[in-house]
């Protein structure tokens, strides 16, 4: 069992009341503190062999709608090429693509042992059913444009909030994301900066992604600059960097989750720490725009946490085994192949403490602990403890088990792993045994 704040236990055990975890331990352990304090081992006992437990992961980046785009989009030419061609596409897309694409997302991620899912959503009408149809904890963060349509900023603010109070209430949270600073009024970005700041908004926004942003807001000039300069007012242009940019309009006043920060200049990661923003690094994206290097040592070196993302399928290619899925595991097994200084620790707390904090929840999700919500993944170990976290970044497909707030919610077919929710229902305590 894989805490992820504690070191690796063999035979671990994890004892579940509800939705959540009453304690974590050794077998044995979890047995004296049950007779301890409550008598003995009350509610059924569920051995489930030779495994690992980890908790479920928290994708930090994600497009669930994008999903079904996989293999229409090429790489080809700059990026503002690209975002023209996601345009074309999104318009010829009905309801029912986007919906059938967003739930086969969402599919992909429970299957593959994530819980938790930070989404950029764009499809306010279609909002509340989406989120009704998953037991993944989905955060919507509702994206905001407004470039093309020139609507005035606070009309929409207040309509993104509108449809965010609207929802009923789930097991994820919601949030704003102004979609990035070249698709955004710098009055937008005030206005949500300001919100954030008054109500306590959570915000995500795509920053500093590629080349062509850079020089957009560093120096006036470049293709994204050139694609734009029609389309909005370009006097923001031309003043610093992207980072610059959203500080000078508030963006860093409240926990920003930065999506992307491939390009940072001058004391742009020490600004982002000193305002307790972390960045979101999507891999498998950031290799197919081959976007320049991401600059893992000089963020880590100021203080800012990292998180993971899978972006969407719409900028992933396939691999050799195949299209890709939306998978955290994936982006994690093409992270350690992009840099194998990186250790299987480190890496593993950008798929769980390190989004669980981004996201307000530290203590609640990415962690197997007394108190925090019984979320896991279960994948077929006979190892020792001390390559467990390997044997997750090297685990290919889908995982046998996903838990969340104590039900079983995924069982790969033909699983080994007697798992099932029936009993479960006073205290289950799910054991590893050697
Ligand atoms: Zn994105």
């Known amino acids: 069992m894989v805490p992820v704040t504690a070191l690796p236990i063999h035979d671990g055990a994890v004892w579940i009341s509800g939705h959540q975890i009453r304690a974590v331990g050794s077998w044995s ?150 979609h990035a600073p070249y698709s955004t009024s710098p009055e937008l970005l005030r206005v949500v900066a300001d919100a954030a700041r008054r109500d306590g908004w959570r915000i995500t926004c795509h920053v500093a992604e590629s080349e062509p942003e850079f020089d957009m807001f560093m120096y006036r000039r470049g293709s994204l600059f050139s694609w734009l300069e029609n389309q909005r007012p370009s006097e923001d242009c031309g003043l610093g960097s992207p980072i610059q940019h959203l500080h000078r309009h508030g963006l860093l006043d409240s926990p920003l989750l930065a999506v992307h920060v491939n390009c940072l200049w001058g004391d742009d990661a020490l600004r982002l720490a000193a305002r307790g923003a972390s960045v979101v690094h999507c891999p498998r994206s950031h290799a197919y725009f081959s976007h320049p290097r991401f600059q893992r040592e000089v963020l880590t070196e100021a203080g800012v946490p990292i998180c993971l993302g899978t972006d969407s399928l719409a900028s992933t290619r396939a691999s050799r085994e195949g299209p890709p899925v939306l998978s955290l595991i994936d ?71 996903t838990m969340i707030g104590g039900r079983w919610e995924w069982i790969a077919p033909g699983c080994s792993v007697p798992v099932s929710n029936s009993g479960l229902t006073s205290s289950p305590l799910v054991r590893h045994s050697p």
């Open 29 to 178: 352990e979890i047995q004296e503190i049950q007779s301890g304090t409550s008598g003995p081992v009350t509610g059924p006992v569920t051995d489930l062999g030779a495994v690992a437990l980890f908790p479920g992961l928290v994708n930090a980046h994600c497009h669930l709608d994008y999903t079904a785009m996989v293999g229409l989009l090429t790489p080809q030419g700059e990026f503002p090429d690209w975002i023209k061609g996601i345009l074309t596409l999104k318009s010829q897309w009905t309801d029912a693509e986007f919906e059938a694409s967003w739930l086969l997302g969402a599919r992909q991620q429970l299957e593959t042992g994530t819980t938790t899912v930070a989404n950029i959503e764009t499809r306010a009408h279609q909002l509340a059913g989406l989120r009704a149809a998953t037991p993944l904890r989905i955060f919507s963060f509702l994206e905001m444009t407004g470039i093309r349509s020139g609507r005035e900023p606070e009309r929409i603010l207040a309509e993104a909030i509108e449809v965010l109070k609207s929802l009923p209430p789930n097991r994820g949270g919601v949030g704003l994301s102004p």
């Open 331 to 401: 982006e994690l097994r093409a992270m350690a192949s992009d840099d194998p200084s990186l250790s299987p620790r480190q890496m593993l707390a950008e798929v769980t403490i390190n989004p669980a904090r981004a996201l307000g929840l530290k203590s609640v999700l990415g962690e197997l602990s007394t108190g925090a919500l019984a979320d896991l993944l279960v994948i077929p170990y006979a190892g020792s403890p001390a390559t467990v976290e390997e044997a997750l970044i090297h685990h290919r497909g889908p995982v046998a088990a």
